[in-house]
T-cell receptor
Framework: EPEVTQTPSHQVTQMGQEVILRCVPI?????FYWYRQILGQKVEFLVS????????KSEIFDDQFSVERPDGSNFTLKIRSTKLEDSAMYFC???????????FGDGTRLSIL | GIQVEQSPPDLILQEGANSTLRCNFS?????LQWFHQNPWGQLINLFY???GTKQNGRLSATTVATERYSLLYISSSQTTDSGVYFC????????????FGRGTQLTVWP
């Protein structure tokens, strides 16, 4: 069964550094998402992406965040200047259509020191 | 946004017992999914069930969309069922943004 793959599985970064989280969505999917989960809390939506542009973003997704689909397979989340509170598990998801089930990757655990 | 409430927050079972987890949502939805988060943090997709009933082995789920709730049934629980179970729903009018509940922490003892 096709999977969403995320790399790296764990990223440790100094505060203030830039970090790029990478995702390869399922190949025939058109809708892409990033979510995050702070330790012990619920999963929160960050951003959705369709047709090479952002469809919706949450209040968490401020100017420090950006997303890109640089080629036909990758979908990236960049945090420009990381803060301690950015430490979380980041999940990428994709779906064939907007109201179809979302398939989640295994997540990237981001630790900011 | 949509409110997603899950109950109970915690559930402790003996192996072999059955359980029911509930998810209430505050608005009509196009998408409702149940996930199991394992101890490694992975979100395992259990069901996509905006309405009706589905079964997969020992697990089944029912969503009554008109009454805005969904139930996840676990029968003959095993220690490997332990983890957090999340319900997530969209708002029905947006392009797929999922709102997650706070989850039910399930612990199954041998």
């Amino acid at each position: 069964e096709p999977e969403v793959t995320q790399t790296p599985s764990h990223q440790v970064t100094q505060m203030g550094q830039e970090v790029i989280l990478r995702c390869v969505p399922i190949s025939n999917h058109l809708y892409f998402y990033w979510y995050r989960q702070i330790l012990g809390q619920k999963v929160e939506f960050l951003v959705s992406f369709y047709n090479n542009e952002i469809s919706e973003k949450s209040e968490i997704f401020d100017d420090q965040f950006s997303v890109e689909r640089p080629d036909g397979s990758n979908f990236t989340l960049k945090i420009r200047s990381t803060k301690l509170e950015d430490s979380a598990m980041y999940f990428c998801a994709s779906s064939a259509q907007g109201i179809q089930p979302q398939h989640f990757g295994d997540g990237t655990r981001l630790s900011i020191l | 946004g949509i409110q997603v409430e899950q109950s109970p927050p915690d559930l402790i079972l003996q192996e072999g017992a059955n359980s029911t987890l509930r998810c209430n949502f505050s608005d009509s939805v196009n998408n409702l999914q149940w996930f199991h988060q394992n101890p490694w943090g992975q979100l395992i997709n259990l069901f996509y069930i905006p309405s009706g009933t589905k079964q997969n082995g020992r697990l089944s789920a029912t969503t009554v969309a008109t009454e805005r709730y969904s139930l996840l049934y676990i029968s003959s629980s095993q220690t490997t069922d332990s983890g957090v179970y999340f319900c997530a729903a969209d708002r029905g009018s947006t392009l797929g943004r999922l709102y997650f509940g706070r989850g039910t922490q399930l612990t199954v003892w041998p």
